[in-house]
């Protein structure tokens, strides 16, 4: 069974960079949708980039145009994260699933799941 494993979280300064990354473990990652996602305490999961794999597609949510970019390098896919601010501390997750741009951003179009990887920015 194929899993995500999100790694690259830590505790940086506002105005720093993280580079998070999305391994798929146990085969081959056979979707084409691939979303990063972030929970932070006492609210809801939302979703911050996607992208769909096999197009020039990506979408972000507009509290990180700018400053998030999403990629892939073969079976990778990055989030780097630039002008972190406190707001962006959170778990985030990594997701594939079978997305078209309409619902990029919709959890429900996804069916696997990273464990999480827990950012923090300090002001």
């Known amino acids: 069974q194929v899993q995500l494993v999100e790694s690259g979280g830590d505790s940086v300064q506002s105005g720093g960079s993280l580079t998070l990354s999305c391994v798929p473990s146990g085969g081959p990652l056979n979707y084409y949708g691939l979303g990063w996602f972030r929970q932070a305490p006492g609210k809801e999961r939302e979703a911050v980039a996607a992208a769909i794999l096999t197009r020039p597609v990506t979408r972000y949510a507009d509290s990180v145009k700018g400053r998030f970019t999403i990629s892939r390098d073969g079976a990778t896919v990055y989030l780097q994260m630039n002008s972190l601010k406190p707001e962006d501390t959170a778990m985030y997750y990594c997701?594939?699933?079978?997305?078209?741009?309409?619902?990029?951003?919709?959890?429900?179009?996804?069916?696997?799941w990273g464990q999480g990887t827990q950012v923090t920015v300090t002001s």
């Open positions: 997701a594939a699933g079978a997305a078209g741009w309409s619902q990029l951003f919709a959890e429900g179009s996804y069916n696997i």
